[in-house]
C-alpha cells in the first residue's frame, strides 16, 4: 500500500509543479474545503438516518403496546359477555384503565343519562363484536360496548367498559417517557387521532428543525379506531458537532501529511535532478572557466617571455644596462605571480567545487578579479567594462561559488552583447547594499537586447537558453546563490538586462550598509 501511495504521489508533482504558488494554494484550499463539507455531509446523513431508525423503532414500540392493551380491553368484554357476571366494582382495581363498568339486562336501559345511553343502544346494533360507543378525546376517556348475545335468552345481558386514555398507556414500558409529563425521546411529539380529534400523549417542542420524521398507524383492534401518530423534529442541536469537529481535525492533519509527502517527495526528486544538472553543468562551467582563464594566462606568460628575453639582450651590451635589465625582471616576476594566481584559480576550482566554504570576502575584489579574467575577450568584444564600488562591502559566502555565479552572469552579458552594432557595448558591475537588510547586492547591467520576453518566467530553470547553450548557467547561479542564503533575479533595462545577486552581509559588509543608509 505503502509503495501504491508513493506511486501515486509521485504522479500528482507534474501537476503541482505546472501551477504557481497561488494556485497551488488555491488547489489545497479547494480540496481542504471538499474534503470538509464531503465528511460533513456523511456525518450528517449518517446522524439522520441513525435518529430516523431509533425514532420509528420507538413509534412501533408504541404502537404495539397500545394495541396489546386494545385487545385487551376486547378481551375482557368478551369474557364478561361470556360469563354474563353482575357489576363488579373490583374491575377497576384489577384493569386500572377501566373508570366505569355498566351492564344492561334484557328488557332494560343502559343506567346512564339519556345522551350517554343513546350512544350505547346505538353502538349495540352490530351483534357479537365489540363496539366504540363515544369518544371523547378532549377529555382523555372512550366507551366501548358489548351487545348481548344471540340466543342468550332473557338473562343475556349487554356490558359496558368507561376506558381512560391516560391510564391505557403503560407508562412503565413506555419508550417515549414514563410519565404524561416527562420529556420525550428525542423530543417527539406522540398523540392518538380520532376522526379530527387529537389526545396528546406526549408534548415535544419541535422548534428550529432541519428534518420531520412522521409515524401513523392504526390500532390493531376494531373496536378502537384510533390512529397512533408520532413526529419527531431534527433540529440544529441534533447535528454531530463532535464528529464533524473530529472528521475537521482528522481531514486537516491528512491533508498536512500529504502535502508535507508531496514537498518532500518533490524536494528529493527536485536535489537529484540539482545533483545531476550540477554535474553536467559543472563539467560546462569549468570548461568555459579554463577556456577564460588559458586566454588570460597567454598574456602574462608571453609579457614573462618578452621581458626575459629583453632582460637578456640588455645584460649582453657592453656596457651591460643593469637598471633596464632590472627592471625587466621585475616585470617578469609581477607577470609570472599573476599567472601564476591564474592557475591558482583553477587549480581552486577543479579540487574544491562543493566545498561550500563560508567565509567574508570582499564582493567587490572578487568582481574585480573576474573582470580582469575576462578582460581579454572584453577587449576583443570591444565592450567597454568598469566596476562601481565606493568602498569595501564584505559578504558571507563560498568565494568559489560566488566566483562561478559572476563569472556565469559575466560571460552572459558579454555574450549579449554580440549583436549590438548600433551604439558602444558597455558592461557595468555595480557593489552596493542589498534591499534586504542584511545583503549586500552586486549588479550585472548591460546594453544589449535583452532576454525575450517568453523566457523571463522561466529564465532560472534547466535547460531553457536563448542563445542555442544547454542553458544550465544561470540555474546553476541559482542554486548556487540560494545554498549560500541569497538569491538571483532578473529585470529588463533599458536598453539591456539587467541581473542581481543578493548575498548575506559579514559584519563588517553590515556596518557598512548601516553606515550608508544612515
Known sequence: MGQNFRMRSISLLPSLAGLSRPQRRLLWGALWLAGILTGAMLLVGQSIESSRNAFETNARIAHRLLSQRAVQHEAVLATLSLMQPSVDER????????LQMLRRGADQAW????ALAAALSNAERIKGKPQLALADLAAGRFW?????????????????????????????????????????????????????????VNAGAGQGEIRRFVFRKHLAAESQPFDLVAERSYRVADLPWLSMLLWLLIWSAALGGLALALRQIQARRRAEELLRLGQVSRLNALGELAAGLAHELNQPLTAVLANTQAAIRLLA??????????TAMDATVTQARRAADV???????????????????????????????LEPESRRREVASRIQAHEAVMVLGDPVAIEQIIYNLLVNALAALDNVTDRGRTLLVAVAVGNRPGTVRLLVRDNGSGVAPELVERLFEPFVSGRGGLGLGLSLCQTLAEEMGGRLSYQAATPGAEFSLELPAAITGTANAERKHT
Not at 91 to 98: R, S
Not at 317 to 326: F, I, M, Q, S, T
Not at 343 to 366: H, K, Q, Y
Open 91 to 98: 374491575l377497576p382495581a384489577v384493569y386500572p384503565q377501566f
Open 111 to 114: 343506567p346512564v343519562p339519556p
Open 144 to 200: 366501548i360496548v358489548m351487545p348481548a348475545v344471540d340466543g342468550a335468552g332473557p338473562q343475556g345481558a349487554a356490558y359496558a367498559l368507561e376506558v381512560s386514555l391516560p391510564l391505557m398507556v403503560p407508562w412503565a414500558e413506555w419508550p417515549f417517557g414514563d410519565s404524561p409529563d416527562a420529556l420525550p425521546a428525542q423530543d417527539a411529539r406522540v398523540w392518538l387521532e380520532y376522526r379530527s380529534a387529537r389526545w396528546p
Open 317 to 326: 651590451d657592453e656596457p651591460p644596462e643593469l637598471d633596464a635589465a632590472r
Open 343 to 373: 592557475v591558482s584559480r583553477l587549480r581552486r576550482v577543479i579540487e574544491r567545487p562543493n566545498s561550500g566554504e563560508r567565509t567574508a570576502l570582499d564582493l567587490a575584489d572578487v568582481a574585480r578579479g573576474v573582470l580582469q579574467l
